[in-house]
Nanobody, 125 residues
């Protein structure tokens, strides 16, 4: 049984930082591309960024480039999302996801195989 469990969400003021974690189990973690998505109320789920299986390559949506950083620790089966300079428009439920394959420029949710339950991030102005 594949499980992805996010943690680290919360309430932060604009300009602040949060670090999300996603712990994976039930699969060979190092074989999966890992990604973060987010979904704000009334909006579609949006791609945030992805990281290659080795962790050497990352890909981000334009709105978070330079502010968010994805990393992974394959020994700990964990992927991270460091979020800096947070803005109110970053408020959303953040989800981690996993997919087989090697491409990281995959932004469509339906192409991801596994999902966590999500963690709420709220940025106050």
């Amino acid at each position: 049984q594949v499980q992805l469990v996010e943690s680290g969400g919360g309430l932060v003021q604009a300009g602040g930082s949060l670090r999300l974690s996603c712990a994976a189990s039930g699969r060979t973690f190092s074989r999966d591309v890992m990604a973060w998505f987010r979904q704000a109320p009334g909006k579609e789920r949006e791609f945030v960024g992805a990281i290659s299986r080795s962790g050497k390559n990352t890909y981000y949506t334009d709105s978070v480039k330079g502010r968010f950083t994805i990393s992974r620790d394959n020994a700990k089966n964990t992927v991270y999302l460091q979020m800096d300079s947070l803005q109110p428009e970053d408020t959303a439920v953040y989800y981690c996801s996993a997919r087989s394959g090697t491409a990281i420029e995959v932004v469509t949710p339906i192409r991801y195989d596994y999902w966590g339950q999500g963690t709420q991030v709220t940025v106050s102005s």
